[in-house]
Each structure stands twice: as C-alpha cells, then as structure tokens.
C-alpha cells in the first residue's frame, strides 16, 4: 500500500516539477524584449581616405554603397526601387545590378535599364567635424549632388 502511495507522490512531483519548468520558460520569453534590432540610420562611414577615386564599397550592415567618383562622394541605397531587394555592384560592368529581375543601376544610382521605376536612393552624406563622412539615411538628396571633399 505503501510502495503504490510513494508512487502517486512521485507522479505528482514530477508532474509539478515539469509544469513549474514549462511556466518558468513561457515567462522567461514574455519578459525578454520581442524587439527587432536595425542599425542606426546615421552612420559614420570612417575616413575619406580610406575611398579611392573611382571606387563603389560596399557597407554590408547599412546596405549602402559609399561611392567615390571624380564629383565627390555619393552614399547610395543599395535596396533596389523595384520590390527591394539588395543589389550588388558589378565591378567587370561598372553597374549596380539587381539579382531578382534585373534593374541595372550606374554607381551614382541612376536607372539603367529593368523594372525598377526610379533611381536608387541617394543618401545625405557629410563630413563630420571629426572628419569622417557622416551618412544619414533619413534623407534624401538630388541626383549629382556629391560631396565633394
Ligand atoms: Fe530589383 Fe525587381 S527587385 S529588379
């Protein structure tokens, strides 16, 4: 009688045991933030000196190409205007091209040819007092509008 009463115990405790782990982790989840993390929409891009004339590099994290061009300096949205997706530069064709339904771009963002309807975003780019380019995605600027260093 005994053995079977220890056994309905042990049951139960693991039972508890199992339902206390399970709530412990639900509430461990709702507590930790559901938050989505992007980069800042201003960025320092570093030294000038570290661009060449008529170079287009590639910002990974920022999807942003700093390019370099006899006019000056360009920050260019590498998002493609069609349906968004991340272009890439072609350096054997001189073109920012998009693999999904192939809008071509020249490095200062102008449409080349494809289904994209407008240019790729330029991005307001400054120098900071520090000397760095200061990129700022939260504003636009005209095409051929290059700062020029
Ligand atoms: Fe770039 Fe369609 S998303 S061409």
Same mark, same amino acid.
């Given at each position: 009688?005994?053995?079977?009463?220890?056994?309905?115990?042990?049951?139960?405790?693991?039972?508890?045991?199992? $339902?206390? %782990?399970?709530?412990?982790?639900?509430?461990?989840?709702?507590?930790?933030?559901?938050?989505?993390?992007?980069?800042? +929409?201003?960025?320092?891009?570093?030294?000038?000196? !570290?661009?060449? %004339? &008529?170079?287009?590099?590639?910002?990974?994290?920022?999807?942003?190409?700093?390019?370099? /061009?006899?006019?000056?300096?360009?920050?260019?949205?590498?998002?493609?205007?069609? +349906?968004?997706?991340?272009?890439?530069?072609?350096?054997? &064709?001189?073109?920012?091209?998009?693999?999904?339904?192939?809008?071509?771009?020249? /490095?200062?963002?102008?449409?080349?040819?494809?289904?994209?309807?407008?240019?790729?975003?330029?991005?307001?780019?400054? !120098? $900071? /007092?520090?000397?760095? +380019?200061?990129?700022?995605?939260?504003?636009?600027?005209?095409?051929?509008?290059?700062?020029? %260093?």
């Amino acid at each position: 009688m005994s053995d079977r009463r220890d056994f309905l115990n042990e049951i139960v405790a693991a039972a508890f045991g199992i $339902a206390g %782990v399970g709530s412990m982790i639900v509430t461990g989840q709702y507590l930790s933030p559901n938050a989505l993390y992007e980069p800042p +929409l201003k960025f320092r891009a570093g030294a000038p000196d !570290l661009y060449p %004339v &008529d170079s287009v590099t590639y910002i990974t994290d920022q999807q942003v190409y700093i390019v370099h /061009s006899p006019e000056g300096f360009y920050a260019v949205s590498a998002v493609c205007t069609h +349906l968004g997706c991340i272009t890439q530069w072609n350096p054997g &064709d001189n073109m920012i091209e998009c693999p999904c339904h192939g809008s071509k771009f020249q /490095s200062d963002g102008r449409k080349v040819e494809g289904p994209a309807p407008i240019p790729l975003f330029l991005w307001a780019i400054t !120098l $900071a /007092s520090s000397g760095d +380019l200061l990129v700022n995605k939260t504003e636009t600027v005209n095409y051929g509008q290059a700062l020029k %260093v």
